[in-house]
């Protein structure tokens, strides 16, 4: 199985850099996906690291080490619009493809 | 990108009837779909997995004769909250497995709150 953990709540500061923490530890490992979910809505996908090093996507950065168990996310330039949940998800390596989530962070930008 | 729906987006029912909850992928073809519940400020439950032209593979815990998968087409799941009551009111939210630019990920529909009366 997955047991995935990342901390409950974050708060930082408009203009400022955040980076939300992911361990996890698991029986097949098959990619580890970062979601943002907004209060009421569907998480939407964010990125994607399956191989160990630093993904960048515009202000979004994720990073990954296979061998450690452990990935972040790295938001830069924070906005408000970027108060969210983010939600931690590891794949396994059965056809199904299925993921497991962790119970997500929620960052609070604040002005 | 790769757009999903669920249709009805909030269902209020009583106690003991039937619900159906549709999700469909608008443009592409998707073989697996995952359905999830999520409760307040708690994660994303995975409840079961649905391919198409087989039967559903349910979590451990979750009741396959109360939630009922069907994934008749490549373009549709449903799952059926059958003889609902309050202790299943809960947000759902299905997704499906898509190859996107060389990953191998899944998109979200909207997601359908329930609240059983």
């Known amino acids: 199985g997955q047991n995935i953990d990342q901390p409950t709540e974050m708060t930082a500061t408009e203009g400022a850099i955040v980076q939300i923490n992911c361990t996890y530890q698991?029986?097949?490992?098959?990619?580890l996906f970062w979601y943002q979910q907004h209060a009421g809505e569907a998480p939407t996908f964010l990125s994607y690291n399956v191989l160990d090093g630093l993904e960048e996507k515009g202000r979004f950065s994720s990073f990954l080490s296979r061998s450690k168990g452990y990935s972040y996310l790295l938001l830069k330039e924070l906005q408000m619009k970027d108060s969210a949940s983010y939600l931690c998800a590891v794949r396994d390596n059965t056809n199904a493809g299925k993921s497991t989530f962790g119970d997500g962070t929620t960052l609070t930008v604040k002005p | 990108g790769a757009v999903v729906s669920q249709h009805p987006s909030r269902v209020i029912c009583k106690s003991g009837t039937s619900v159906k909850i549709e999700c469909r992928s608008l443009?592409?073809?998707?073989?697996?779909m995952f359905w999830y519940r999520q409760f307040p400020k708690q994660s994303l439950m995975l409840m079961a997995t649905?391919?198409?032209?087989?039967?559903?593979?349910?979590e451990q815990g979750v009741e396959k004769d109360k939630f009922l998968i069907n994934h008749a087409s490549l373009t549709l799941s449903t799952l059926t909250v059958t003889s609902a009551h309050p202790e299943d009111s809960s947000f759902y939210i299905c997704?499906?497995?898509?190859?996107?630019?060389?990953?191998?990920?899944?998109?979200f529909g909207p997601g359908t709150r329930l609240t059983v009366l």
């Open positions: 649905s391919n198409e032209g087989s039967k559903a593979t349910y």
């Open positions: 698991t029986s097949g490992f098959n990619g």
């Open positions: 997704s499906a497995r898509v190859q996107l630019a060389g990953v191998d990920t899944q998109y």
């Open positions: 443009d592409f073809q998707a073989t697996t």
